[in-house]
């Protein structure tokens, strides 16, 4: 029996060969039937020909203009192509009193939530489930819409409550592993731990397999955690995200070698990883190597200009090693040298030491308010004031730290020295 010209499209397509697809397209669109037209643009929408697709629903339409199901095909093939104005002229057309209305209130309600406007797609859904108060799908489109709008304590109930349901409906999605997800994004890190575990006693995804480990690790079991992230590595170790929480872990076991190496291993997998930079970095200042530390906190900050806590690492090491010129080149390159007030105490000690006093008198005068109550600023500011001969303002501040420090017998012959 000869193929009519929807079938030929079809096997054209699958052969790749596009210009007689497009040719038997052509015949479609005026010779074949309602029928064909249908289920050749149900396979076009899945192949990704959706222009083609658009076309034939379209076409459909001219002959059942009020038939809902073809509006909302043609909606979902619309939004697919980035037409989202288009798409709702045919969701709105469609009748309340019509079967498929819940239907299209459903997929409003996703489009209203990607361009996040919540109020919105919430009405939608409520409206949706006063129509059909029993649909699982609409709980569970109402659970994952408070979980996008950090409403974890709604999300995890409607969640609870399909789960004791177990509707067939919804037997493709792992309940178990979205309520453990929204416990855990709520910090309820422990009751999550047992949703989680029952997601993986039926299958071992690796995502949630990552949950799990993370969650374990923000609950404070980093032997539980250390466990899921290796046996994650076992299974994908590829997953990139794996192995600073990795890495972490073996830390809290005391093990250095261990997370140096499973930076290290991160690193080989994404080199650009500024967060495993940072934590190399770390590992080596605990490992007493500052020359290694420098450099992973050179590579982080090279990776983000504005990374504060990798500039930060550096000056304290810098400064550490009197290496003073170099701390204010650091401080020059930000864009802001005023993201963080101990930029302005590592460059007043800086200006100090290369002994521009004009400069470091300004910056610790920028410093004061936010370490006025820190001893060792308070230090150094102080004894910065009394070598540049501002006696009255260095006892000030020697007093101020004799309050914090009562016993302090240098300090207290520092200000009799002043008193005189």
């Known amino acids: 029996m000869p193929m009519n010209p929807a079938q030929l499209m079809i096997r054209y397509i699958e052969e790749q060969n596009l210009q007689e697809a497009e040719k038997q397209f052509e015949l479609v669109k005026v010779s074949s039937s309602d029928e064909e ?5 149900e396979v076009l929408s899945q192949y990704g020909f959706l222009e083609e697709a658009r076309q034939l629903f379209e076409l459909l339409l001219v002959n059942h203009p009020e038939e809902s199901e073809l509006k909302i095909l043609l909606a979902q093939t619309l939004i697919e192509m980035d037409m989202d104005e288009e798409a709702y002229h045919y969701l709105e057309s469609i009748s ?4 498929n209305y819940p239907k299209s209130l459903l997929i409003e309600a996703d489009l209203y939530e990607m361009q996040g406007l919540y109020e919105v797609s919430e009405q939608k859904l409520l409206q949706a489930k006063e129509i059909v108060a029993d649909e699982p799908i609409i709980d569970y489109a109402l659970a994952e819409l408070y979980m996008s709008q950090g409403r974890f304590l709604e999300a995890s109930r409607l969640f609870q409550l399909l789960i004791d349901a177990k509707p067939a409906s919804l037997n493709n999605i792992d309940l178990h ?16 731990l047992f949703y989680y575990e029952n997601s993986l006693a039926n299958q071992s995804d690796v995502n949630v397999l990552f949950g799990y ?3 374990s690790y923000q609950a404070g079991l980093y032997q539980k955690a250390l466990n899921a992230f290796k046996k994650l590595k076992e299974m994908d170790p590829d997953y990139h995200s794996l192995y600073l929480y990795l890495a972490k872990c073996y830390e809290h076991e005391n093990d250095i070698k ?3 190496e499973a930076v290290k291993f991160g690193l080989e997998l994404d ?3 500024k967060d495993l930079h940072f934590y190399a970095g770390n590992l080596f200042l605990k490992n007493n190597n500052e020359q290694e530390a420098e450099h992973y906190f050179r590579e982080a900050l090279a990776l983000d200009p504005e990374f504060v806590m990798a500039a930060l690492n550096i000056n304290k090491l810098l400064i550490h090693q009197e290496r003073y010129e170099e701390v204010l080149e650091i401080i020059h390159m930000l864009d802001d040298g005023n993201a963080d007030p101990q930029f302005q105490w590592d460059a007043a000690v800086s200006f100090q ?23 060792d600023f308070l230090v150094d ?3 910065f004031l009394l070598e540049e001969g501002k006696r009255e303002e260095s006892s000030h501040l020697f007093k101020k730290l004799l309050q914090m420090e009562p016993d302090n017998e240098e300090w207290y012959e520092l200000l009799r020295s002043i008193d005189e």
């Open 271 to 273: 080199e650009y990883n």
């Open 37 to 41: 037209k249908f289920e050749l643009a």
């Open 213 to 215: 480990g993370l969650t």
């Open 381 to 383: 500011y102080g004894y």
């Open 353 to 375: 030491h290369t002994e521009q006093y004009s400069m470091a008198l300004k910056h610790y005068e920028l410093a004061y308010n936010d370490f006025k109550h820190n001893r």
């Open 96 to 99: 309340p009193e019509d079967p």
């Open 177 to 192: 592993a979205r309520m453990a997800e929204a416990l855990s994004a709520g910090g309820a890190f422990e009751e999550s």
């Open 258 to 260: 261990s997370a140096l």
